[in-house]
């Protein structure tokens, strides 16, 4: 599971590409045992060649020196750290990879800004990088950037359906596990008891729309028979 501060730093970093004119995606797995790219953006240069940049986003001193892979294989290779992780590591870094640093907005400010920013930090650059070849062929690269996009957008997909992709037996399964942990002296926290009162208050609003349908056309019926009997 992604930390909260992970999920902040994705968010930033994705809209930092977008500034920057390029396309990003989270997660893109590589060919060849070459691991999987935290964030992988794409981005076609005026001159019409394409510019891979890959991230690798670290919050805690023991993430960083995990033996997971580092999948640095783009033209221009990033870590994306906190202030104070990169303040603790910054010479275990080597020379060629560039260093985003995350900082959060402060809320006290975002609680008072009139348009409150899209992001929950900023990034700014506190060394860049240097250009390398491609590690893995380009074809490998959009192949796979591609399918992680299609990815995201099934999931997008299936965020707008939302609970329509579920059968009405799973949706009960579903309710008969949350009655473990039902609580009978506040009902406000059972979802049961949600979905029930949610019902009959659409049921309630169903009726009377149709009992105020029957009463104007009872209305408008009179005012007929009245019309055609003067």
């Known amino acids: 599971m992604k930390t909260k501060l992970t999920l902040e730093m994705e968010q930033t970093l994705y809209y930092y ?3 920057a004119g390029a396309t990003a995606v ?3 797995t ?3 045992d070459q691991g999987i790219v935290d964030t992988l953006s794409y981005q076609e ?3 019409k060649s394409v510019e891979w940049r890959c991230y690798e986003l670290k919050v805690t001193k023991s993430d960083f020196h995990s033996h997971a892979k580092l999948s640095f294989v783009g033209h221009y290779n990033y870590f994306v750290l906190p202030l104070k ?3 603790e590591i910054k010479d275990e870094i080597p020379a060629k990879i560039g260093v985003l640093l ?3 907005f402060d809320a006290a400010l975002i609680a008072t800004a009139s348009e409150p920013p899209v992001t929950p930090g900023y990034l700014t650059v506190a060394r860049p990088p240097r250009h ?10 959009l192949t796979r950037f591609i399918a992680s996009q299609g990815r995201e957008v099934f999931k997008a997909k299936q965020m707008a359906t939302g609970l329509k992709q579920y059968s009405t037996e799973r949706l009960y399964e579903e309710l008969k ?3 473990l942990h039902y609580d009978v002296y506040n009902p406000d926290h059972n979802f049961y008891d949600q979905f029930v009162a949610a019902t009959e208050e659409t049921a309630v609003t169903a009726l009377q729309s149709e009992l105020d349908a029957l009463a104007l056309e009872n209305v408008q019926l009179q005012q007929r028979l009245k019309g055609s009997s003067e």
């Open 177 to 179: 596990k949350r009655h």
């Open 30 to 32: 590589m060919p060849d």
């Open 17 to 19: 590409c977008r500034e």
């Open 102 to 104: 995350y900082r959060p």
């Open 132 to 141: 390398q070849a491609l590690q893995v062929p380009e074809s490998e690269l």
């Open 85 to 87: 992780l990169y303040q």
């Open 45 to 47: 240069l005026p001159d």
């Open 26 to 28: 989270e997660e893109v």
